[in-house]
């Protein structure tokens, strides 16, 4: 879904691109079993007695952070994280686009939220981890078809450009520094005993998984918003409309730097400063 008035589904981009790895439907299923009648129910013998479900296995264990210029001397509390996350994001995306892009409020939180849905039909936009982007989605018209602009595409290039200058490693470090606390709203936000690392990765490769869209791509506006014209796009998860929303050229940067990543928050490599170290 596009809008014609402000933007709203773009606001989020530059956020998802480089840093889905730090951004609900949330809200955890609980189930117990009561028996309704113990006494006409004898207890199954021991033997049979099932064991407790464990926790799901954790898929991508995130490595101890190593010392960093990026890390905290103490990792501060969940709520009191905002100024020194968004200082040390500074450092890596430079610190007048931290201010001027960053909400400066429940980054983390935000971030989590953000990662959360976007392997999932709907992003929550109030919970966004960016300020608002200006503009309006841009199309114009061939005969009866209506289609994306390449000036939509435009749109998108100052903040690929961010990405593209980005260095993966350092946001890395960054984000395994912080881990406890994206942890922790990750659970906070209803899913105990899950590993948000494993929920970064499903997210990434969702996102990768979007269609490299070869031609022009044709949108209708049956209310206010723009939607893809094929039922197909428009059904796919929100991360992927946002990819493929940017053009095939932006898109290309983007995923090229999300492999990156991912490569990273799977494996586990020694951060920079410990390589050059080695040396």
Known sequence: ?????????????????PIV????????IFYYFHSRNKAETPPAPAAETLPPSAEPAIR???????????????????NE???????ALGKVFGADAAQKLLVPDGLVRRIVVTVDNLPRQKVAVEKRPLKALAGETLVHTEADLTLLSDANYARYTPFVKLVDKSD??????????????????????????Q?????????????????????AVLVVQPRVFY????????????GQKLMMRMGRVNEA???????????????????????SDAK
């Open 227 to 238: 939607e893809f014209a094929d039922p197909k796009l428009e059904a796919r998860p929100s």
């Open 253 to 275: 940067v983007v995923k090229a730097k999300l492999r990156e990543l991912r490569k990273i928050v799977t494996t586990g490599r020694d951060p920079p400063d410990q390589r």
């Open 195 to 215: 590993y948000f690392n494993d929920r970064l990765v499903e997210a990434i490769d969702s996102l990768l998984a979007a269609p490299d869209l070869p031609g």
């Open 1 to 17: 879904m596009f809008e014609n008035r402000p933007h709203w589904a773009d606001k989020a981009f530059w956020w998802v691109a």
């Open 21 to 28: 790895l730090l951004a609900s439907a949330g809200g955890g």
């Open 60 to 78: 991508h264990p995130v490595p101890q952070a190593s010392s960093s210029a990026d890390r905290p001397e103490a990792l501060p509390a969940l």
């Open 81 to 87: 994280s905002d100024a020194p996350l968004q200082t």
């Open 168 to 193: 993966m490693q350092q946001l890395a470090n960054l984000y395994f520094s912080y881990y406890p606390l994206f942890q922790q709203a990750y659970e906070d936000l209803g899913y105990p005993g």
